[in-house]
């Protein structure tokens, strides 16, 4: 088994590599892939000194699965060329999500739609992906009709320029910005850029993204995508109107039930989720768990998890794990 990290040097790439090395995940040979100024680095996994190769030269190599975490135009350039050589690729950017030939996958909820001619497999945006670990089970049980989300967006998600500018705005240093406004003391409405519709295309991917997972356009979400100035996890306020009526009793049962969700809902003893407490964690966490007091049949939840585990590099790889699992690489 030969494994390809693509785009090994940036801040996903670099926690796909350490949840690899947690979770044992069995290869024989790794490939660190990196743009042409990283190439001759080299980087540490398992006790070995890994030196970071180009692109050109992975495909070469044919590994059996790459992982990608490149930005959208060098998966939309290179997967093709990967798949074309007989690797199945694990994208973790927008290109391929909506796709219609692509699958894009969470593997709790979807796993089962993957087969042996899938070489391009997506996975989907950070805060879908916390959003309908959650949200999954509760519709399969109540149908939902209509979710309503604002996040609360970590700089990390934006990647390490964005960190370093509330870095240096903390300390007070000058820097290069990633944003147009300070970060540090303010938030921000603005997640992606904006499209002609007045949303923002991280906003869109909430609006898309679910409906193609859940393989179900029967309901509809409107997200408002903020951006805080915390360095690592994202958070979701949720309102999601279901067809039929609810016991939260039942509600909080199906949470605890559901792999990958940890119920954290206890408001008398100050028990919620926290971005500080899903940190290097891989679940996702859920609490203030309460009936919509001005709506029919509607609840409101708060989802939390760490975006660059769960939100990307642990759910690439657990798409890997049950490609080996079901033998369809």
């Known amino acids: 088994m030969k494994v390809a990290v693509v785009g090994a040097t940036g801040m996903v790439g670099e926690v796909m590599l350490r949840v690899l090395e947690e979770r044992q995940f069995p290869m024989d040979e790794l490939l660190v892939v990196a ?9 540490s996994f398992r006790g070995r000194e890994h030196r970071v190769i180009g692109l050109e030269a992975a495909v070469a190599s044919r590994p059996d699965i790459a992982i990608f975490s490149a930005g959208g135009g060098t998966s939309l350039e290179w997967a093709p060329k990967f798949a ?10 927008s290109a391929w999500r909506m796709d219609p ?30 959003l309908v670990m959650v949200l999954a089970p509760l519709h399969k049980r109540y149908r939902m009709k209509r979710v309503v989300v604002s996040t609360y967006q970590s700089v990390s998600g934006t990647g390490i320029k964005a960190v370093q500018q509330l870095e240096n705005e903390v300390a007070g240093r000058e820097g290069e910005r990633a944003y147009p406004y300070p970060i540090h003391r303010n938030v921000l409405p603005h997640c992606d850029v904006f499209l002609e519709n007045g949303y ?3 906003e869109m991917k909430l609006a898309r993204e679910p409906q193609k997972i859940l393989d ?5 979400v409107s997200a408002t995508a903020v951006r805080v100035p915390t360095s690592g996890g994202h958070s979701e306020s949720v309102n999601v109107e279901f067809h039929t009526d609810f016991d939260l009793s039942e ?3 199906i949470l605890s039930k559901t792999p990958g969700v940890v119920v954290q809902d206890e408001p008398a003893s100050n028990t919620y989720p926290m971005p500080i407490l899903a940190h290097d964690k891989d679940e996702v966490f859920v609490g203030r768990i309460r009936r919509d007091e ?4 509607t609840l409101n939840l708060w989802i939390v998890a760490d975006n660059l585990r769960k939100g990307a590099a642990t759910n690439a790889i657990q798409i890997a794990e049950y490609l080996l699992a079901e033998a369809l690489v």
């Open 35 to 43: 743009s042409e100024r990283s190439v001759g680095k080299t980087i």
């Open 84 to 93: 074309a050589a007989g690797t199945t690729v694990i994208d973790n950017s």
């Open 101 to 130: 030939d692509k699958k894009l996958v969470v593997p709790e909820i979807n796993a089962g739609v993957l087969g042996p001619d899938d070489k391009i497999i997506a996975n989907p945006n950070c805060s879908t992906i916390q």
């Open 200 to 202: 923002t295309k991280e």
């Open 216 to 220: 179900d356009r029967t309901f509809s």
């Open 251 to 253: 509600v909080r049962q």
């Open 294 to 297: 001005s709506q029919a049949n």
